[in-house]
């Protein structure tokens, strides 16, 4: 417990444990019990009727996207059901029957709910009314729609300069919320829009960026039919993206093959059972890796090289392992990258990655005689310190390869939440866009601020010292997906206000500034309508197509607002009609703000009727080997550093990760069914000869720390549990080992915090 204001609040939450049992860990993913775990969160949540009701529209092309995951919809889904285990799941938490109101907040102080987990204050159920905590207060209680806005307006107004508000997106937004967001903020007159790419895909908006010019992926879901060899790096799609084993599976069946690269063997990557196909259910399924490298925690620039190096050997024996043609045409630094992987020796970096050679041999010999390759990444590449060269050198080996703009070949960088990518295309971004400034002075009448806003990682920073006064998220569980939860909890507590629009209760409504607004709103699956017409939006998934989105559920409570209605009366409010923009008017007609990102962002000509069926593409110029944006008008090689970690005797590096019960920081269950632990989140993962080293035993509790800048932070009450890792390594949830993350370590240029290689220490607890 942590005693940062007047209010006794708990930031962390419960350490207590909840009665762990282990099993072996899976051999596959998805099957049967699959469909029964689905089912029974669905059933419990929503019922039986509405549950199969409301799942036959999930991902249809006349329903609704999936509040999980951004994953892409086939051309075709199918009629059985396109979504996965955790999708249900996600369904089930934002339909489900439990409502959180005026009795319940009467109830319940914050400081109560601050002691309840982060599991038991998410199952509390659907928010139904906007609700206030007033200074001198520790419990909740209604105010009306007219009197939020204006009391939001007010505090805007208090402020100095429009630099001290900071305005947080989640990527549940549509894209017309986002970009209604955007602009107000834009109009209100700061940059600081954080939002959670920051916190996870930013190192690859940067590194792409540079390297290729856009800051997303190249392929599209068909090019997973057609590739010939298909990397998974720093990534579990059984847990994070079930849907995408289906690709995988499909790549298989088409005779290409599956290496992945990760320091966990993960049953998702092992076997795959299609709960959709006879043969997923009554076979043994369909075995996905071939080569598995379990690579050591953020060693993925070392494996890289000794590959790349290896190539070079191959190139040099047998000509045309790399493609020249491409190389010469399309690139520029290619010599330079050459003469940098000479520099390190094999023996080196054979000891750095911690994989066996005759496995490394067996991927360089695959690559060697083929060309159709894609990489796919997500978070175990992108939170470290190199976050940004980890992705650079992926690119060089796809640029090596000349395996890029062609069926079946590119980047993939798996995107978490299902409109991320969206809201950062539609204007969320703290950067300055000059010619998405002009395009908004042209077609809205006002100038856009020109200075760079806050990200995440700043925007605390200013929160914390008293720099930015009020905060505003737009989704998100903004205090349990930062790093460093102390410091985080501390800079929200500092704000005059924050507010949350939202559909759920999360630890950021309990650990507030010194006043709180929680302003409740419809989520995906419920019926969106005005003046008896149902709305649809749009979002954008993990592969650049746009389409449409349409719930069909009855609201939760009447009393719900659209996150656009939310955000044009809140503008409407503060500018009191004394402003181009008719925000209002804008909030409630999301044809009318289509018509305007038509005006404003490229790519997004005739949204209305393009986002129809399946929808559309955006452009990208990677997909027509277009470069012309970058210096000589050529594809980027680049010079990557090796990673540099500081590691003493007794310290290992330890990477958080997700359970299976568990999508970002919202916790369904306790059970992380295919690492066979169940009933509890408190555990740490640890090599068998590590555990015989410092003399631990299995399920010994512990205390992990780590000290960066001579400051010492711990996570409290963990279980040893003996697991295949590589020897250093450790592994553990978020959000409980987020408080180990140092606010200011994070990845440079992107900024993302080192959330998979913190340094730490292991201190056992007297029984």
């Known amino acids: 417990m942590s005693d940062i204001t007047k209010r006794n609040i708990s930031v962390v939450g419960p350490t207590?444990?909840?009665?762990?049992?282990?099993k072996d860990p899976a051999e596959y993913a998805a099957g049967i019990p699959a469909v029964k775990?689905?089912?029974?969160?669905?059933?419990?949540?929503?019922?039986?009727?509405k549950s199969l009701h409301t799942l036959s529209y999930m991902n249809q092309k006349d329903g609704f996207d999936c509040p999980g995951c951004a994953w892409p919809d086939p051309e075709k889904p199918s009629k059985l059901g396109e979504y996965c285990e955790n999708g249900v799941k996600a369904l089930a938490e934002e339909a489900t029957n439990k409502k959180v109101g005026k009795g319940f907040f009467a109830k319940y102080s914050v400081e109560e709910l601050s002691n309840w987990s982060d599991y038991q204050i998410g199952k509390s159920g659907r928010l139904t009314e906007p609700m206030i905590l007033k200074a001198d207060s520790v419990y909740y209680e209604p105010i009306s729609w007219g009197d939020a806005y204006q009391l939001i307006a007010k505090e805007l107004h208090k402020l100095d300069t429009p630099n001290e508000g900071v305005f947080y997106t989640s990527g549940r937004s549509s894209n017309e919320a986002a970009f209604l967001y955007g602009l107000f903020v834009r109009?209100?007159?700061?940059?600081?829009?954080?939002d959670c790419s920051n916190m996870c895909h930013e190192s690859s908006g940067v590194a792409l960026s540079e390297t290729l010019g856009i800051g997303k992926g190249s392929v599209k879901l068909e090019d997973f039919d057609q590739a010939e060899v298909i990397i998974v790096m720093g990534q579990n799609p059984g847990t994070n993206h079930p849907r995408m084993l289906s690709a995988l599976q499909k790549c298989k069946e088409n005779g290409g093959q599956i290496i992945s690269i990760n320091p966990l063997e993960e049953a998702g990557l092992i076997r795959f059972k299609n709960p959709q196909e006879v043969k997923g259910v009554l076979s043994s399924g369909t075995s996905i890796t071939d080569i598995h490298l379990q690579v050591k925690i953020n060693q993925d620039v070392s494996l890289l090289k000794l590959i790349i190096k290896k190539l070079k050997v191959l190139d040099q024996e047998r000509g045309n392992v790399f493609d020249h043609k491409f190389i010469d045409t399309y690139t520029q630094g290619y010599e330079d990258v050459l003469k940098d992987v000479e520099k390190h020796s094999q023996e080196d970096l054979l000891a750095l990655c911690g994989v066996e050679e005759d496995k490394i041999d067996d991927v360089v010999e695959l690559l060697a005689n083929n060309d159709k390759i894609i990489i796919c990444w997500a978070m175990g590449l992108t939170q470290h310190?190199?976050?940004?060269?980890?992705?650079?050198?992926?690119?060089?080996?796809?640029?090596?390869?000349?395996?890029?703009?062609?069926?079946?070949a590119g980047t993939c960088p798996v995107r978490g939440h299902s409109n991320v990518q969206g809201d950062r295309t539609v204007g969320i971004m703290h950067h300055v866009s000059p010619a998405l400034n002009e395009s908004i002075q042209k077609t809205?009448?006002?100038n856009p601020p020109d200075k760079e806003g806050l990200d995440t990682v700043h925007a605390i920073e200013a929160m914390y010292e008293g720099k930015a006064k009020v905060f505003i998220a737009l989704g998100g569980n903004f205090l349990s997906a930062a790093a460093d939860t102390e410091y985080t909890a501390q800079a929200l507590q500092n704000c005059n206000l924050t507010v949350n629009i939202s559909t759920k209760l999360n630890r950021t409504h309990v650990v507030t500034g010194k006043t709180a607004l929680i302003l409740p709103t419809l989520g995906r699956s419920e019926l969106d309508e005005k003046n008896s017409k149902p709305r649809f939006f749009t979002v954008e998934n993990s592969m650049g197509k746009v389409h449409r989105?349409?719930?069909?559920?009855?609201p939760v409570s009447d009393t719900l607002k659209s996150e656009p209605e939310i955000i044009g009366r809140i503008a409407d409010t503060y500018f009191k009609g004394n402003h181009p923009v008719d925000w209002k008017n804008l909030g409630e007609d999301y044809e009318l703000i289509r018509k305007k990102i038509e005006l404003t962002i490229k790519g997004f000509k005739d949204l209305n009727q393009k986002s129809q069926g399946s929808g559309f593409y955006l452009p990208n110029n990677v997909r027509d080997l277009d470069f012309s944006k970058l210096p000589n008008q050529k594809a980027q090689f680049s010079i990557c550093d090796l990673p540099k970690h500081l590691v003493k005797e007794n310290e290992f590096i330890l990477m958080t990760i997700r359970s299976h019960d568990q999508f970002n920081t919202t916790i369904y269950g306790l059970d992380d069914r295919y690492r066979g632990i169940y009933n509890e989140r408190r555990i740490v993962l640890m090599n068998k000869k590590d555990m015989n080293k410092y003399a631990l035993k299995k399920l010994d509790v512990v205390n992990l720390i780590s000290c960066y800048d001579n400051k010492e932070r711990k996570a409290f009450n963990f279980l040893v549990i003996p697991y295949n890792i590589p020897q250093g390594n450790l592994a553990s949830y978020f959000p409980e080992t987020n408080v180990l993350v140092p606010y200011n370590h994070f990845a440079d240029k992107s900024h993302t915090p080192i959330s998979k290689s913190i340094v730490v220490t292991v201190e056992k607890v007297n029984s």
């Open 444 to 446: 809205f009448g006002f």
């Open 385 to 408: 310190k190199n976050g940004v060269d980890n992705i650079k050198e992926c690119v060089n080996l796809l640029l090596l390869k000349g395996s890029l703009g062609k069926p079946g």
């Open 549 to 554: 989105s349409k719930g069909l559920l009855k």
């Open 37 to 49: 775990v689905a089912l029974q969160h669905a059933f419990k949540e929503m019922g039986v009727v």
């Open 16 to 22: 207590e444990f909840t009665g762990i049992k282990l």
């Open 187 to 194: 109009a209100f007159g700061t940059n600081n829009m954080p």
